[in-house]
């Protein structure tokens, strides 16, 4: 069996503190498969971006993040940025594990570990918001700047519209902003939005039919912008959304596919890119096709178009 070499990056806060309650076990795990584990537990907020560029520039073969996806996210970050970049694998012990569930990633340790130790790549495309990384979704709107007021661990935009939803609190909060949107191959658009995604994966926040098209390996962005429109409209429409239906074909809804689009506004509207806050507009966002190796199942998923099939780890 080949060794290969690995760094674990692990947030000792995240979920029930499992990474680091388990963490002699998980190292005993991968180390009996043949990955050679040396770990990092983060301190803080932007630690596990830097460690995972640290251990890209010191030639680790695979880096493993351990946590949610806060620290998944963070390590995408720290990857993306890097022109050599070590397969990724997950360990999805946070609060929310949106992208390994989305993705066939066991939530059990000790499956995570396995599927680790059989080394099965597959490329996944990531977003680029101005100089962010992202790898589920990111967008503006008045809702995304309600995002950072609660203190809740659903912390996607979808994930606070069901907040909202279940509270009808802030709700007439909502409004309108004009935005100018310009689509690679799709057009431009200047009216006012509630609010628009930009979705990389179909999973978000558990609403896998809001871009029941959207896959990360297809090189393209599944991007939904919902116009300007009453409160009852929105209310009626956030109900589909929870009902776990689609609204892509609604009149009050666009919905096209690109690699690039601009978007841009007069007026201050915040970003949130992967349920984090990413700055504010003008913001372009582009799709970096297969720009990550991630370990997954053979059998996972099923879309798996365009960047051919996964294959094993190459050392
Ligand atoms: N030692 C630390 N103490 C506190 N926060 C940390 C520490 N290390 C990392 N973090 C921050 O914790 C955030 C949340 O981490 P993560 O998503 O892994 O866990 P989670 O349990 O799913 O998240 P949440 O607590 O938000 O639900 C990350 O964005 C990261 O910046």
Same mark, same amino acid.
């Given at each position: 069996?080949?060794?290969?070499?690995?760094?674990?990056?692990?947030?000792?806060?995240?979920?029930?503190?499992?990474?680091?309650?388990?963490?002699?076990?998980?190292?005993?795990?991968?180390?009996?498969?043949? +990955?050679?584990?040396?770990?990092?537990?983060?301190?803080?907020?932007?630690?596990?971006?830097?460690?995972?560029?640290?251990?890209?520039?010191?030639?680790?073969?695979? +880096? *493993?993040?351990?946590?949610?996806?806060?620290?998944?996210?963070?390590? +995408?970050?720290?990857?993306?940025?890097?022109?050599?970049?070590?397969?990724?694998?997950?360990?999805?012990?946070? %609060?929310? @594990?949106?992208?390994?569930?989305?993705?066939?990633?066991?939530?059990?340790?000790?499956?995570?570990?396995?599927?680790?130790?059989?080394? !099965?790549?597959? &490329?996944?495309?990531?977003?680029?918001?101005?100089?962010? !990384?992202?790898?589920?979704?990111?967008?503006?709107?008045?809702?995304?700047?309600?995002? !950072?007021? +609660?203190?809740?661990?659903?912390?996607?935009?979808?994930?606070?519209?069901?907040?909202?939803?279940?509270?009808?609190?802030?709700? %007439?909060?909502?409004?309108?902003?004009?935005?100018?949107?310009?689509?690679?191959? !799709?057009?431009?658009?200047?009216?006012?939005?509630?609010?628009?995604? *930009?979705?990389?994966?179909?999973?978000?926040?558990?609403?896998?039919?809001?871009?029941?098209?959207?896959? %990360?390996?297809?090189?393209?962005?599944?991007?939904?912008?919902?116009?300007?429109?009453?409160?009852?409209?929105?209310?009626?429409?956030?109900?589909?959304?929870?009902?776990?239906?689609?609204?892509?074909?609604?009149?009050?809804?666009?919905?096209?596919?690109?690699?690039?689009?601009?978007?841009?506004?007069?007026?201050?509207? =915040?970003?949130?890119?992967?349920?984090?806050?990413?700055?504010?507009? &003008?913001?372009?966002? @582009?799709?970096?096709?297969?720009?990550? @190796?991630? *370990?997954?199942?053979?059998?996972?998923?099923? %879309?798996?178009?365009?960047?051919?099939?996964?294959?094993?780890? =190459?050392?």
């Amino acid at each position: 069996m080949d060794i290969i070499r690995a760094r674990l990056i692990y947030n000792p806060t995240s979920g029930r503190e499992e990474a680091k309650r388990k963490l002699g076990p998980i190292l005993q795990r991968l180390e009996r498969g043949g +990955v050679e584990t040396s770990c990092h537990a983060t301190e803080g907020k932007g630690d596990a971006t830097q460690a995972a560029k640290e251990a890209a520039e010191r030639g680790f073969d695979m +880096v *493993i993040s351990a946590g949610g996806d806060g620290t998944l996210n963070e390590v +995408v970050n720290g990857l993306s940025a890097c022109e050599t970049r070590p397969a990724l694998g997950i360990l999805p012990l946070g %609060t929310t @594990n949106d992208f390994a569930r989305a993705h066939g990633i066991p939530r059990k340790w000790e499956k995570a570990c396995d599927l680790i130790t059989r080394r !099965y790549t597959k &490329p996944v495309d990531v977003g680029q918001a101005n100089d962010r !990384y992202f790898i589920n979704i990111a967008g503006g709107g008045s809702l995304t700047e309600l995002t !950072y007021e +609660v203190p809740s661990k659903l912390k996607t935009m979808v994930g606070q519209l069901a907040y909202y939803m279940k509270g009808l609190e802030k709700i %007439t909060r909502l409004h309108p902003t004009r935005m100018h949107i310009r689509a690679e191959g !799709y057009g431009e658009f200047d009216e006012e939005f509630m609010l628009f995604l *930009i979705a990389n994966s179909n999973s978000v926040a558990g609403f896998d039919r809001l871009a029941p098209n959207a896959s %990360t390996n297809d090189g393209v962005f599944d991007v939904l912008a919902l116009r300007k429109c009453s409160l009852a409209e929105f209310i009626r429409l956030a109900t589909i959304v929870l009902r776990g239906e689609e609204i892509t074909d609604d009149p009050h809804v666009i919905h096209f596919q690109t690699n690039r689009v601009e978007v841009n506004s007069d007026d201050r509207v =915040q970003l949130n890119v992967d349920g984090e806050f990413g700055g504010t507009l &003008p913001c372009t966002f @582009n799709l970096l096709p297969a720009h990550l @190796n991630i *370990i997954m199942d053979e059998h996972g998923e099923s %879309t798996y178009s365009k960047h051919g099939a996964g294959r094993a780890l =190459q050392l």
